[in-house]
T-cell receptor
């Protein structure tokens, strides 16, 4: 089974620039998550999709972050404009469904450095 | 607000030692607790625990949950250098409707020296 694919692996940008990350979940997984992991911290949920609909974006800084999953498969996360504190690893995860017994499977992440 | 606290934050041991990692939580409507291992990239799933007192085991790793005292432990016996990683604990709870969310702890950085 192919895992969760993310790109790019690394990105360095200057503050106020914009950046986009891409994620392709495991085939057949209806639920997709974007997490932000700051160095030394656990992952923090930014947004959760069920198919192409958003089910939780309560912790997404909507003034600068946006995400979409238009066809219910792959997803993009965008930051515009970036701030220094956005430097983190952005992890995409997917699960078969959003239910109790469905563990998350993570991609390798995109490491973002904002200078 | 849901809270997951892991201890210790870091640990250095020698190959062959046994380690115990701790995870305590304060969560509204707890449903399950998950352990992940994170090396330099993606967290990989280890265990999911939902019932108190039932040990989950996979090779040298084992974990148990105490729902009364609100904690879990992850044991690794006969540690190897390949066990060096960050071990993340996460708790699953409802986030509204039929959705569940995971709240992660900060992780325990385990270093196993040869």
């Amino acid at each position: 089974e192919a895992g969760v694919a993310q790109s790019p692996r690394y990105k360095i940008i200057e503050k106020r620039q914009s950046v986009a990350f891409w994620c392709n979940p495991i085939s057949g997984h209806a639920t997709l998550y974007w997490y932000q992991q700051i160095l030394g911290q656990g992952p923090k949920l930014l947004i959760q999709f069920q198919n192409n609909g958003v089910v939780d974006d309560s912790q997404l800084p909507k003034d600068r972050f946006s995400a979409e999953r238009l066809k219910g498969v792959d997803s993009t996360l965008k930051i515009q404009p970036a701030k220094l504190e956005d430097s983190a690893v952005y992890l995409c995860a997917s699960s078969f469904n959003r239910g109790l017994d469905s563990p998350l499977h993570f991609g390798n992440g995109t490491r973002l450095t904002v200078t | 607000e849901d809270k997951v606290v892991q201890s210790p934050l870091s640990l250095v041991v020698h190959e062959g030692d046994t380690v115990t990692l701790n995870c305590s939580y304060e969560v509204t409507n707890f449903r399950s607790l998950l352990w992940y291992k994170q090396e330099k990239k993606a967290p990989t799933f280890l265990f999911m625990l939902t019932s108190s007192g039932i040990e989950k085991k996979s090779g040298r790793l084992s974990s148990i949950l105490d729902k009364k005292e609100l904690f879990s432990i992850l044991n690794i016996t006969a540690t190897q250098t390949g066990d060096s990683a960050v071990y993340l604990c996460a708790v699953k709870a409802p986030s509204g409707g039929s959705n569940y969310k995971l709240t992660f702890g900060k992780g325990t950085l385990l270093t196993v020296n040869p």
